[in-house]
Antibody, heavy 118, light 109 residues
Framework: EVQLVESGGGLVQPGGSLRLSCAAS????????MHWVRQVPGKGLVWVSR????????NYADSVKGRFTVSRDNANNALYLQMNSLRAEDTAVYYC???????????WGQGTLVTVSS | EIVLTQSPGTLSLSPGERATLSCRAS???????LAWHQQKPGQAPRLLIY???NRATGIPDRFSGSGSGTDFTLTISRLEPEDFAVYYC??????????FGGGTKVEIK
């Protein structure tokens, strides 16, 4: 059974940093595109970033480019999102997701809440 | 950027009724790259449909997807109590690589 469990969310001041983790089980992260998607509570879904199965190719939404870095650890079968220079507008629930057929997001974690506030 | 516009914003229906949800793209989307997700309150999204019309594993056959080009539809043939939720269409391709529609809430009438 595929499982994705995010952690690392919390309250951080504007300008601060946070590192999110996503522990995967039931599959190997190195075999799939892996994504981060965020959602402001009560609002819609917004794609944030992805990393290819080769671990080298990465892409980012313009709103986080240059501030966020996606990476993965094959040994621990985990995905990460390093978030720097955080802003109030980064406040959201962050989900990790496994890429599926045709660019779909086949499996989702339960999400972790990031709150950026002074 | 490919913008996805979902309509209606809210659909008020009774259990047993048919639901038809629309997703319109600002430019043509390859059928392979159009998906639908369901999200219930307090839960993560769940993939329902990929490649416009393929049901994901475990998705009941009352859910069906169709469409091409810029117009796509998710149909729920007979609403069950557990189907009342928010539905998002999602496309892959272009920049940014993935975009979502704003969502359609299916609520109990």
């Amino acid at each position: 059974e595929v499982q994705l469990v995010e952690s690392g969310g919390g309250l951080v001041q504007p300008g601060g940093s946070l590192r999110l983790s996503c522990a995967a089980s039931g599959f190997t992260v190195s075999s799939f595109w892996m994504h981060w998607v965020r959602q402001v509570p009560g609002k819609g879904l917004v794609w944030v970033s992805r990393i290819k199965s080769d671990g080298i190719s990465t892409n980012y939404a313009d709103s986080v480019k240059g501030r966020f870095t996606v990476s993965r650890d094959n040994a621990n079968n985990a995905l990460y999102l390093q978030m720097n220079s955080l802003r109030a507008e980064d406040t959201a629930v962050y989900y990790c997701a496994r890429g599926g057929s045709g660019g779909s997001l086949a499996d989702w974690g339960q999400g972790t809440l990031v709150t950026v506030s002074s | 950027e490919i913008v996805l516009t979902q309509s209606p914003g809210t659909l008020s229906l009774s259990p047993g009724e048919r639901a038809t949800l629309s997703c319109r793209a600002s430019q043509s989307v390859n059928n392979i790259y159009l998906a639908w997700h369901q999200q219930k309150p307090g839960q993560a999204p769940r993939l329902l449909i990929y490649g416009t019309s393929n049901r994901a594993t475990g998705i009941p056959d009352r859910f069906s997807g169709s469409g091409s080009g810029t117009d796509f539809t998710l149909t729920i043939s007979r609403l069950e109590p557990e189907d009342f939720a928010v539905y998002y269409c999602q496309q892959y391709g272009g920049s940014p690589e993935i975009t979502f529609g704003g969502g359609t809430k299916v609520e109990i009438k």
